[in-house]
């Protein structure tokens, strides 16, 4: 159900809990938009650092903060977001990123000229802690189909994030949301764009137009188990893609290529992570698990992550409890992120 007002055309909506320091730059950001023709939904997550009162001392009309009472996990504080009550088109943003003065301005041209799109986006850039820019995102396409956006996203080359999308309220609404059956809800914003792109096709502004801000925990830091389970959901996402043609060619293509860069990156974090922590799985289970991922999307190639000299090495030196130990070491004592 929409906002019964003649001049409200966007809702953006921000899950928080304890957004510290952060989350007064973002605020900021949402309330000096050029475009004043919004409201902004705080979906607070049982906050105890002062965040929601601290928003609420800024007397703005146009925010509304939805308290939790107890604590959430991130899934089900996000999937609040279909509860509420929105405008005609919708946009959520993590509690430490930025959008620029003319994000909402920027939007409304898009869709004034691709009003038949089900997905808008503008390009950005990756920002540090600090908020010193480490790199522009990767160019996009103005116009692209879910196929071939989610051909890109498996070659990586393009740059998707949580923040920056607009969508209308009531596509967002009738497919559930974002899909909370994620852990930590990795992957599932790409699920979620896929599905909104299928319904026509997704428009992108060339205009840079936010800021997504990367912690040095985000690259540097291990993943439980719960990013192998995320992944794993993904992989069965892609194979019931694969019922519709077009999907199933961009699957079958790009694929083995998909499968390796994580194959990769995952390997290295299970090295990163001790034994313990990791249910015990050892890089060379996940290797084979890979592999399986593999034949299940891309069944007529064989996949050989052994034969990729960076993951050969992460399995070697995860065989033995020394090689593993020395390594722990070395991750602890070098700090610099990787982006």
């Known amino acids: 159900m929409n906002i019964d007002s003649p001049t409200y055309q966007f809702t953006i909506i921000l899950p928080v809990r304890n957004g510290g320091e952060y989350v007064k730059g973002c605020v900021h950001s ?3 938009q050029t475009v004043s023709e919004f409201n902004f939904v705080v979906l607070d997550n049982n906050s105890s650092d002062g ?4 928003i609420e001392s800024l007397n703005d009309n146009r925010i509304s903060i ?14 609040r977001a279909v509860e509420v009550e929105k405008n005609e088109y919708v946009t959520l943003i993590g509690h430490d990123d930025i959008l620029m003065p003319n994000f909402l301005e920027v939007m ?11 997905l808008y986006h503008a390009h950005f850039t990756y920002i540090d802690a600090q908020g010193k820019l480490i790199r522009r995102c990767k160019p996009m396409d103005e116009k692209q ?3 071939e956006f989610l051909g890109h996203f498996l070659c990586a080359l393009v ?17 559930g949301g974002i899909p909370a059956r994620y852990p930590n809800l990795l992957f599932a914003d790409f699920e979620l764009w896929i599905n909104l792109t299928k319904i026509s096709y997704k428009a992108t502004a060339f205009d840079t137009c936010f800021s997504f801000r990367l912690h040095q925990s985000m690259t540097t830091s291990s ?25 199933k060619e961009a699957i079958e293509r790009y694929g083995i290529e998909f499968i390796d860069y994580y194959c990769k990156g995952l390997a290295h974090r299970l090295l990163r992570t001790p034994r313990k922590q990791r249910n015990n799985i050892s890089v060379g289970d996940y290797l084979n698990t890979c592999k399986e991922y593999a034949h299940v999307l891309v069944p007529n ?5 052994e034969s990729k000299f960076p993951i050969r090495i992460a399995a070697t030196l995860d065989d033995y409890r020394l090689t593993r130990s020395l390594f722990l070491l070395f991750k602890k004592l070098y700090k610099n992120p990787i982006y």
Not at 68 to 76: A, C, N, P, Q, V
Not at 108 to 118: D, E, K, Q
């Open 223 to 247: 993943a439980d188990v719960k990013f192998h389970k995320a992944f794993a959901i993904f992989i069965q996402f892609l194979k019931n893609l694969k019922t519709e043609p077009s999907f």
């Open 159 to 175: 740059d998707t994030m949580g923040t920056g999308f607009v969508i209308r309220s009531n596509d967002y609404d009738r497919i």
């Open 51 to 54: 965040t929601p009162e601290w």
């Open 66 to 79: 939805h308290r939790s009472t107890k604590d959430l996990t991130i899934e089900e504080n996000w999937a």
């Open 301 to 305: 190639e064989e996949y050989n992550p």
């Open 108 to 118: 409304r041209n898009l869709i004034a000229i691709h009003p038949h799109a089900s």
């Open 145 to 147: 189909l879910a196929h």
């Open 30 to 32: 949402i309330l000096n």
